[in-house]
């Protein structure tokens, strides 16, 4: 079984609310291409400073994918003409700026290649499974990690020379440029270290200083903050899993936190014996979502197994809730956030072709479409 053979394979289209106002709009088609890349690749033959684009969030590379842009309307005229590699710019229109989180979801349409003859009865199954327990474990993806969860770890214990080191230690490195970088000769490696852009920043910062804590202030924000983002997305995947083995999916537990609509606005509240029968309903309708946090410096952590798994996880790795204030580098700080436990999708369809198994559906914003996959091919080999 194969996922994302060719880019055509993967095929993901972002659907989000552009309301009226003064911006200009327009989708971008990317084939095997990046958001940030393709940013910079506008910034660069334009001269438009990279901060004037707006984004929803961030797409994969090995696809096909269509997502919307924003900028200044004084740009129109050069952003129309504009020729990419890889890159189709179409639907130019007006709209307010797009912020990152203004995603309502994406529509995918994947293929999934040598798959089992008779996969159809599996897979069947495994959507019938979803269905009963009213959705699917919504765990963090790969491309969530990469190994940015362990710089993460490191860097809220206070180990920020060890979180370069393991940010700037590629495998494919050679062993005169790792033994340079060990060795602190940070301006030699700089010279030595493959085009990539992030990286060599940190080795230019180090080059003239050596306040680990602060390099990483020279990276953008948005990659900043997918470290320790990265290892709270750790902590929340491992305690999803944990939790399931003891209480079902879709089912609230007393002192669970959940997420709550009222009037289109959203808040939090504890499960308790009065509001549990209106919580085991409202998640049987959508209405209600059990949340796990990702765990900051103000978070508040249920008082039920959920709470207590993710305390112990980073207890293990001798991290506190104070730890995510990050001292040294407050930029690097975490408040917190929250995350519902069961993941939702619509508009499901799959089809048997010649190549493999076509799948084409609708997941909400933050939900990852490799890992619904994971559950819907489940027992596939």
Not at 11 to 35: A, H, M, P, S, W
Not at 207 to 215: E, L, W
Not at 275 to 299: F, Q
Not at 304 to 320: N, P
Request: hydrophobic letters at 35%.
């Amino acid at each position: 079984m194969e996922i994302k053979k060719y880019p055509e394979d993967f095929q993901v289209e972002e659907v989000l609310e552009v309301k009226d106002g003064k911006y200009l709009i327009f989708k971008v088609k990317k084939i095997n291409r990046d958001t940030l890349d393709v940013i910079h690749d506008i910034a660069r033959k334009t001269g438009i400073p990279f901060g004037k684009f707006g984004y929803a969030g961030l797409k994969d590379r090995h696809a096909v994918t269509i997502q919307n842009f924003s900028v200044d309307r004084i740009y129109e005229e050069t952003i129309k003409g504009l020729e990419l590699k890889d890159v189709e710019l179409s639907d130019f229109s007006k709209g307010q700026k797009i912020d990152i989180g203004d995603l309502v979801g994406n529509k995918f349409n994947i293929l999934v290649r040598d798959i089992p003859e008779n996969s159809r009865d599996t897979i069947l199954s495994n959507i019938q499974k979803i269905e009963e327990n009213s959705g699917f474990p919504n765990l963090f993806g790969e491309q969530r990690f990469g190994g940015n969860e362990e710089v993460g770890r490191l860097i809220l214990k206070g180990e920020f020379k060890e979180a370069i080191e393991k940010l700037l230690l590629k495998d494919n490195l050679s062993e005169e440029l790792t033994n340079l970088i060990k060795e602190k000769k940070y301006a030699e490696a700089l010279e030595l270290y493959p085009n990539l852009r992030n990286e060599k920043k940190i080795l230019e910062y180090l080059s003239k200083s050596s306040d680990y804590a602060k390099a990483f202030i020279v990276l953008p924000p948005s990659v900043s903050s997918l470290f320790v983002h990265a290892y709270q997305s750790k902590i929340v995947n491992e305690a999803v899993l944990e939790r399931i083995k003891e209480v079902p999916l879709d089912e609230p537990e007393m002192g669970d936190l959940v997420s709550m609509e009222k009037q289109g606005n959203y808040y939090r509240t504890q499960v308790t014996k009065s509001n549990l029968g209106r919580v085991k309903d409202g998640i049987k309708k959508g209405d209600i979502n059990v949340i796990a946090p990702l765990i900051g410096y103000s978070s508040l952590i249920p008082k039920s197994l959920l709470g207590k798994i993710s305390v112990e996880l980073l207890e293990k790795d001798e991290i506190t809730k104070e730890s995510f204030r990050v001292k040294e580098a407050p930029f690097l700080a975490s408040n917190g956030a929250y995350r519902n436990i069961l993941g939702r999708y619509k508009d499901l369809s799959f089809s048997i072709e010649e190549d493999g198994a076509r799948f084409k559906f609708f997941l909400y914003k933050g939900e990852y479409a490799t890992v619904f996959l994971e559950y819907l091919t489940s027992s596939l080999s």
